[in-house]
């Protein structure tokens, strides 16, 4: 299973950018994908998660007002973000996995594979 996660770069506070994830995984349709981030010197935490097939959505506080996660029932699964500021600086990874509650969706452990990330940079 291969991850690959692009779409970052440099953005001025309060643009927008749009990440994408490809996956490899034959049967992506069915499982849980997420988006965490990790900026310099802070531990790699939870942005988004879409659901099988599309279907439920999760966000972390700190970004659910300004972004969208989707996915095509393909290979695809995409974040949206707006409105971003400096905070939003960080390495951006996607990741597979699989979750039979809410609360799995916002757990690192719940991703078995990981993509290489995607630096996303705000500057004021």
């Known amino acids: 299973v291969q991850l690959q996660a692009s779409g970052g770069g440099l953005v001025q506070t309060g643009g927008s950018l749009r990440l994408s994830c490809a996956a490899s995984?034959?049967?992506?349709?069915?499982?849980?994908m997420g988006w965490f981030r990790q900026a310099p010197g802070k531990e790699r935490e939870f942005v988004a998660a879409?659901?099988?097939?599309?279907?439920?959505t999760f966000y972390a506080d700190s970004v659910k007002s300004r972004s969208t996660i989707s996915r095509d029932n393909d290979k695809t699964a995409y974040l949206q973000m707006n409105v971003l500021k400096s905070d939003d600086t960080a390495v951006y990874y996607c990741a597979v996995g699989r979750a039979t509650s809410s609360d799995q969706y916002y757990t690192r452990e719940s991703y078995r594979y990981w993509g290489q990330g995607t630096l996303v940079t705000v500057s004021s």
């Open positions: 995984i034959r049967t992506f349709g069915i499982h849980a």
């Open positions: 879409i659901g099988r097939r599309g279907g439920s």
